[in-house]
């Protein structure tokens, strides 16, 4: 406990801020209410800037669920704590209208969609500015229709992908 504290402390001095993850299966409503208690006391506890929730593959069975975990959040943290969601892209996707204007941005995590993950959100009427591509930092991969996918990757193979598709590589300061 008190590591956390040191490490949110010397972020808050560096002027960053301190967002941790949580993954959470939310389909009980007692469970989601203590959980969202507990995390807001969390928070405060740890001067935490807000809470990146995983929500995984989002299904028409979960949503309801999660939507109300999100608005219990939001209603708990206020305003000035960003809440962000994080999902895992999929051949479809749920409608977000239910809880998106309760989340300060969405990190998409790119998986097996057939069409651009930033264009599956566009087409669900999130705004643009509420989109976060996010890209795995734990050295493997995942192809678009490739069932194999999740596979190791190397910084060569990073640099020759990078070479071979023209992209551009930018690092965000902020």
């Known amino acids: 406990k008190s590591d956390l504290a040191c490490l949110v402390n010397e972020a808050h001095q560096r002027k960053m801020q301190v967002v941790p993850l949580l993954k959470v299966q939310v389909s009980d409503a007692a469970i989601r ?82 069409i651009p993950a930033a264009d599956l959100f566009l087409n669900l009427k999130i705004p643009k500015n509420k989109i976060v591509i996010g890209m795995s930092l734990f050295a493997r991969y995942t192809k678009m229709g490739d069932p194999a996918g999740n596979m190791n990757i190397t910084a060569e193979d990073i640099e020759t992908l990078l070479q071979q598709y023209t992209a551009a590589v930018r690092f965000d300061p902020v």
């Open 33 to 114: 209410n203590m959980l969202g208690t507990r995390l807001v006391y969390f928070m405060k506890q740890y001067h935490l800037d807000g809470v990146t929730i995983d929500i995984g593959d989002l299904s028409k069975q979960n949503i309801d669920a999660v939507a109300e975990f999100i608005r219990l959040i939001r209603k708990k943290v206020g305003c000035n704590k960003t809440v962000a969601v994080t999902v895992k892209t999929c051949g479809h996707m749920s409608d977000f209208s239910g809880f998106s204007h309760f989340v300060d941005y969405f990190v998409i995590l790119p998986g097996s969609a057939s």
